[in-house]
């Protein structure tokens, strides 16, 4: 390894960015060099008859490649939401001032990924430079929206099938997430107080909160 990918999650934490696909990328990384470990995991989960499921379902092959095509598109846009979003904190840390549509151009002419794919994200800065996530781009929703329930499919056969999709998976949870104006974390929350009595606030008043959780699920024999 280069190091690369180690240094955009890095950089990622530090900086309070969310990347699970950059994320998950590199844990892949580290999974598919465990090789002589991931040998000896298969011999003893088939010895205790965990099987491949897929192998016994009826598939449709041509709707499951466009299904595919669809889901990774539908993650691709996620990927690059999280990098831009990256190079646009450091910019603002570091008072850069970079133009992210500009630097979709540069790429085009002179980088490694050179992919038509920059053409669109540097017209969605154009129409707005201030563009919080390439995720609410109104060309880029909408292509999230079409492709969304071929997406859903893929994943769920591949988890249904025992069959690991980190990138996919990753990146339809940051976009499930990041499209919700509320999020369960609220009982994350509510678990931290429970232990920790680090308060929590509530949504139909102001201020920061603490529960006797304990004491009333004593009270209550739960």
Not at 58 to 73: C, F, G, M, N, S
Not at 104 to 133: Q, T
Not at 160 to 186: H, K, Q, V
């Amino acid at each position: 390894m280069k190091g690369t990918g180690k240094w955009t999650v890095q950089q990622a934490a530090d900086l309070s960015v969310a990347a699970p696909t950059i994320e998950a990328s590199l844990d892949s990384r580290f999974l598919s060099g465990l090789k002589e470990e991931r040998v000896e995991a298969a011999k003893v989960f088939k010895s205790d008859g965990f099987d491949d499921i897929l192998s016994s379902q009826p598939i449709d092959k041509a709707k499951l490649v466009d299904d595919v095509r669809q889901a990774l598109y539908a993650s691709k846009i996620c990927s690059y939401a999280q990098g831009m979003n990256l190079l646009r904190a450091k910019s603002i840390e570091k008072g850069w001032g970079l133009k992210l549509g500009e630097l979709a151009r540069i790429w085009k002419g002179g980088c490694i990924i050179r992919a038509i794919f920059l053409d669109r994200i540097k017209k969605a800065y154009d129409r707005n430079a201030d563009l919080a996530n390439l995720l609410v781009d109104p060309e880029f929703a909408k292509e999230i929206v079409d492709r969304h329930q071929a997406w859903r499919r893929v994943i769920c056969l591949a988890i249904n099938a025992g069959i690991s999709t980190p990138g996919m998976s990753a990146s339809l949870a940051y976009f499930d997430t990041y499209r919700r104006e509320r999020l369960p974390a609220n009982l994350v929350q509510a678990q931290r107080d429970y232990f920790g009595a680090h308060t929590y606030e509530r949504i139909d008043t102001d201020g920061s909160f603490h529960t006797e959780w304990f004491k009333i699920a004593r009270q209550s024999k739960i």
